[in-house]
């Protein structure tokens, strides 16, 4: 599958079937994230993989309650062991870094059959006491992963000429 | 090309052939940004295209006189028009969606046969002042684009066992 048609097809998958994603494939996505750039080659990422399911119970409970959560075959904390460097930009590189390796996975899930949805409603506090996760390490995102039992709607989106200025902002 | 071979073959292009970006393959660009996940779908993102070498001299200026910023072709300023909105888990949304948007196109643009190189290292307020952009509106990251005149080398990563952990924090 090309990259356009991967990103075309991706959709935040929030019903997932009840079958293993097989270790091959899971491998192939955090290989697809270990290549990400990252801002001095920080590669700041980790990623704790849920398979437990009474660990995923928790975590959906951690997630604000959102039941599709607990029903993934697999959640991954996307975590960042982080110096809170920032670049001249002023912005801080962990969650930039460890979003463009979360969106590596994505895309590579979309290659592999899978689906994935990107989770921000948590409490990174509970998160963290659920997977032992040291007080210094910040969790960026919950990411689900699982063959996908929905379809996806077409994407609705800013038409093209909304978000591109050319040579200066208008 | 498949998205594993994208991500593989994606480097930090730092030296660019003297040769224009076709403006079709320009717009499938941005077309993969479009079509990126963001939180409830705000899409913050804002893209300021620039090709002209007066203002891309600037903006390398801007990048700690970076020259291969200057030398790029195309230099796109990846901006946010945010209300600073944070997620539960305690993070700033926008950092996060135009980071996924980018990344979408710096994949895209290996399918295209182009080179990127994400820049954190400019001062965000004389970027604002050379484009003329709104002092709320946040610049995340200057993205340049061209045809790569260097080759990648090996990528030096973290082993996966380094960065991968299972069930908890280990």
């Known amino acids: 599958m090309n990259v356009f048609d991967a990103i075309q097809a991706r959709y ?30 920080r590669q700041e990422w980790r990623f704790v993989v849920v398979k437990d399911a009474v660990t995923r119970q928790q975590l959906m409970h951690a997630a604000r309650e959102q039941e599709f959560v607990g029903q993934a075959p697999v959640i991954v904390a996307c975590c960042a062991v982080t110096d809170n460097h920032v670049m001249t930009c002023g912005q801080p590189c962990y ?51 699982g063959y996908p039992a929905d379809e996806g709607l077409p994407k609705n989106r800013l038409p093209l000429n909304t978000i591109v200025m050319r040579e200066r902002w208008k």
């Open 12 to 41: 935040s998958v929030r019903s997932y079937k009840m079958q293993d994603v097989e270790e091959e494939k899971l491998l192939r996505l955090f290989e697809a994230a270990r290549l990400a750039p990252s801002a001095n080659n």
């Open 95 to 145: 969650p930039i870094d460890v979003s463009i390796a979360i969106d590596h996975i994505t895309l590579q899930a979309v290659e592999e059959g899978l689906g994935t949805c990107w989770i921000g409603a948590f409490y990174e506090d509970r998160v963290k006491k659920i997977l032992g996760i040291p007080h210094v390490v910040r969790v960026v995102e919950l990411l689900t992963v």
